[in-house]
């Protein structure tokens, strides 16, 4: 087993898939706020989109875990979670609002899950990892309150989407940049030893 600062060194060499993660989730935000009355197809596939690229990053990032060997599984099941999502979105873009709000439901929920328990696990080898577990209860609490309200309207539903993907996308692009500083501060403390 390789040691922690494997997986710090590993991390911190990566911190630009975490910022990719947060701008990727503003970019959704900025897109759904300018275009708030776009079809539920056009959501669906912009979610899909979405979905899929946020699934590919986690699984990146699960890889960076794996080569340090720490609990790579949070981002697996973040990853597949999220490029399932994707596809089967794009591949029903016809389903009913009540089937979408659903799998966006389960989606977050899950990879809520998943971003808690990486936290978890990221806070027994650095700092800051406060702001995964907040991206992770954002997701979580955004899955239950879009389950809770099935019924609501394209609309609501974008604004729901959007508001939850631009706070989810804020928190990651801190992290990103807690995680850069700490490579900074690694960079430092070596060249001077």
């Given at each position: 087993m390789q040691s922690t600062s494997d997986l710090i060194n590993g991390l911190l060499g990566n911190w630009w898939l975490i910022l990719a993660r947060g701008v990727a989730g503003i970019l959704f935000a900025v897109l759904a706020f300018i275009w708030p009355g776009i079809t539920l197809t056009a959501l669906v596939y912009l979610f899909g989109a979405y979905a899929i690229v946020d699934g590919v990053l986690a699984l990146w990032l699960g890889t960076v875990a794996s080569t340090a060997q720490r609990p790579w599984w949070p981002f697996l099941v973040a990853?597949?979670?999220?490029?399932?999502?994707?596809?089967?979105?794009?591949?029903?873009?016809?389903?009913?609002?009540?089937?979408i709000v659903y799998l966006i439901a389960a989606w977050a929920i899950v990879t809520g899950l998943a971003e808690i328990v990486a936290a978890v696990e990221l806070r027994k080898v650095i700092d800051g990892?406060?702001?995964?577990?907040?991206?992770g209860i954002l997701s979580v609490v955004f899955g239950i309150l879009v389950a809770a309200q099935p019924g609501?309207?394209?609309?609501?539903?974008?604004?729901?989407?959007a508001t939850y993907a631009l706070l989810f996308g804020i928190v990651l692009v801190v992290l990103a940049f807690r995680v850069r500083g700490l490579q900074t501060n690694n960079q430092q403390s070596q060249a001077t030893a």
């Open positions: 990853g597949i979670a999220g490029i399932g999502a994707g596809v089967l979105a794009f591949l029903s873009p016809e389903a009913t609002a009540l089937a990892e406060w702001a995964l577990g907040l991206a609501a309207g394209a609309l609501a539903l974008i604004w729901i989407i």
